[in-house]
């Protein structure tokens, strides 16, 4: 006897194609084409993840710097003057701070230096 498993194909055929609908081109409606990109897209969503991560990071430091710069101090030389001063800031609200209250970021600027010449 012979079984066909038309019904559970076509179900797991739809999942995918409900999952790929935006897909350009064939990636949307043809089952070989679709699976290759739903994967694709899954692992790049994976990497994508943390990469965003980093880029973040990166954007922060980028910030300080200008802001540091503004103030006739180097990023480096900024962050080495807040270890030595014991004053304990990310670089998310480094960056926040270099971007909406100058006030404050200089005068976190001023105590960096004011450790820095100690």
């Keep these: 006897m012979r079984v066909k498993g038309s019904s559970a194909s076509r179900r797991k055929q739809k999942k995918l194609y409900n999952?790929?609908?935006?897909?350009?081109?064939?990636?949307?409606?043809?089952?070989?084409?679709?699976r290759e990109a739903y994967l694709h897209a899954l692992s790049k969503a994976y990497s994508d993840r943390r990469a965003k991560k980093r880029d973040f990071r990166r954007l922060w430091i980028i910030r300080i710097n200008a802001a540091a710069r503004m103030h006739g101090m180097s990023y480096?030389?900024?962050?080495?003057?807040?270890?030595k001063g014991g004053i304990s800031v990310n670089r998310k609200m480094l960056a926040d701070l270099a971007v909406n209250d100058s006030a404050a970021f200089g005068a976190i600027v001023a105590k960096?230096?004011?450790?820095?010449?100690r």
């Design 19 to 34: 999952i790929t609908k935006g897909f350009w081109g064939r990636k949307k409606n043809v089952y070989r084409r679709a």
């Design 76 to 83: 480096n030389s900024l962050i080495s003057g807040l270890k």
């Design 112 to 117: 960096a230096k004011e450790a820095l010449s």
